[in-house]
């Protein structure tokens, strides 16, 4: 019996306020936006070229526009950092992005970014995965990824 049946997600109706208008986004870009806002937990898995970049920062500039979140947290591998930053203001030109780097990691800078990131007015943050492992996180931030963690083990 097919009693089962994948849910669709049409991101049709989607607008991009802020958005440069020489990039227009595919029907499954826009499905895939919408997808982010109204699960909450997406993966990306297109193929390369297809355009997860531009969904990424797409969905967080349209989900903070609709107050569902205050400042969108891009944690991408180190290679890309450079990559991702130039797509994202290529994509949305005037956004406020605080592009996080090695160097801001150091010992002596580390307060100083975090205060930026949790005071800042940012439509983005970027950083690596390598600097995001060095940003402190409380006991209460760390519990569920511990269960996720063993959940997986």
Sequence with gaps: YNTLRLRRFDGSHLAFPGMTPHITLYPHQHDAVWRIMSSGNTLLAHAVGAGKTNVMVAAGMKMKQAGLITKPLYVVPNHMLAQFA????????????????????????????????????????????????RIGMGRVSIFPVKMWNERRA
């Design 86 to 133: 130039r797509e994202c203001m290529q994509l949305y030109p005037n956004a406020r992005l605080l592009i996080a780097a090695k160097e801001d990691f150091t010992r002596e800078r580390r307060k100083l970014l975090t205060a930026k990131m949790a005071s800042g007015a940012w439509d983005g943050i970027l950083t690596t995965h390598s600097s995001f492992e």
